[in-house]
């Protein structure tokens, strides 16, 4: 795809967004109103603002993203949220309403149906040279958080199946075909795995909380290891995320926006309350950065930062 055609869907989107449209993608992430800490109850992040797609669908009712060229395309990170944010609505109703529960099912019917043999699921633009596979780690945790949720209400063991061949693979190696890798400091989940890694940081997050609902749901000594070593070197990778004044949005060094540092906020929030144990290092990074965010000039910087960051670096695909 040429540069041209990215730059001209790039700035649509930021005309869109200063003249209050094409918001979805970027609806605030607070917090789940009904997350629960320790209970495989609502979703971690609120994500009920997925519910409202206004886009494309299939004809069984799956949202279609369009990629850069104006295609539709299957993203599975889009259809995992939207269940996941039905699934919070449908606790917010008492669980009466069955239009929500049906919309977490449809999500869940098209991963078991999508889930390909390695128990992953391709993210389209994953197939381009400068990434060493195909498959994300933040979309294989979310698939296994929704798929254990729908599972504990309709006792389907093929949604059990379809989470733990997900969660095996989101464990695997990236040089075996996976989305981890270990460092000295515990294993890191690759939201993309990249050429070089580049680990960014909200979908790692989002990772461990599907490694953590799985944990939940059939606890062993395997899984609160890796749970353990994700922790410990997710803690020891956060002072790397920090600009001083700003958080970045993934290793390499690319900023975060504003609505990626306020993610992260309600990401490290979350974790506080999920593991008491380690939430005095959460929140340290929580309440700093948060100071960050509430500084109106450092907000105005980081736009024109980032947005430069894009204009001299643009991205090679982009999701609609």
Known sequence: ????RVYRVMIGRWVGMLLGRNTYFHTVQG???AFKPGELSGYYSDLTG???WQGLIDAQGIILNRDTEGNPVYFPI??????LGHWDSWLFSQRSDGHHLESVLQACRWLLQHQDQDGGWTIWFAQAPRFRG?????????????????YSVKDDPDYLSAAQRAL??????????GTAHTNADGLVLE???????NTILNGWIFALYGLYDAWLVEPSARLEGALNQSLNALIAALPHYDLGWWTYYDSAGNLSSPFYQQLHLAQLRALELTFPERAEAFSAFQRKWKGQYTSRWNRLRAVAAKGLQKLIHPPSAITR
């Open 1 to 4: 795809m040429s540069r041209l």
């Open 134 to 150: 195909p498959y994300s780690a933040m979309a294989q945790g979310e698939a296994v958080s929704l798929l254990l949720r729908a």
């Open 78 to 83: 889009s259809i995992i949220q939207k269940g």
């Open 168 to 177: 095996e693979l989101m464990l695997r190696d990236v040089e075996s075909g």
């Open 191 to 197: 939201e993309f795995v990249m050429n070089p890694l």
């Open 50 to 52: 997925k519910t409202r």
């Open 31 to 33: 917090v789940g109103a």
